[in-house]
């Protein structure tokens, strides 16, 4: 039941903010992505780099992970390291990074209790840590986009069974905009755009074509 008189113009506890929240990436390595086949690679890519992007504009702690990076998977992805040049990167020999004890310490370190998910393969590297996050109380936020499986079924089904264990199911460009969430915030709101426009396609050939025709203070 609605009390009106306690309506109030404010946000939801729920919303991600720059100060609730740490972004995760697991595993964004070639030898994963050779057996990634739930979605085109390259805009899985595109989303992991919008993402990155969009944590670091906000000052979002992440933590960074591969998974036998040395003797099977390669190195993460290069992008993800020229976002973030100075960010240690957790390497594990485990398919579930919650087992690995140095991953887990960087979580705690970040303080937050919500946490953004995004990696590969969604179906292992992704449901693993995912359920094992929900099990010790974390809040569970999956980017699909930034995120594949081997198949489609694969990547379908493991978002299903994380939506069952309590995980939210987001988007990149979902998770950048509910960081902005006004665009009153001028502190943020041009580097925002910028983003956009490198990595949100359509959308952000939009952005170009209103601060084209209306200027630069053309909003959203």
Known sequence: MVNIS?????PSPDLLTPDNCAVLFIDHQPQMFFGTGSGDRTAIINSTVGLAKAAKLFDVPVVLSTVAAESFSGPILPQLSEVFPDETIVDRT?????????????VKATGRKKLVL?????EVCIVLPALSALTQGYEVYVVTDASGGVSPKAHEHAIQRMVQAGAV???????L??????????????????????HAGAYGLGVVYAQAVIGDHAAG
């Open 6 to 10: 306690e309506v109030t113009a404010a």
């Open 94 to 106: 485990s398919m579930n990074a919650w087992e690995d004890a140095a991953f887990v310490e960087a």
């Open 118 to 122: 995004a990696g590969l393969w969604t």
């Open 169 to 175: 199911p987001v988007t990149w460009v979902q998770v």
């Open 177 to 198: 905009l509910e960081l902005q969430r006004d665009w009153a915030r001028t502190e943020t709101y041009p580097s925002v755009m910028d983003v956009v426009k490198e």
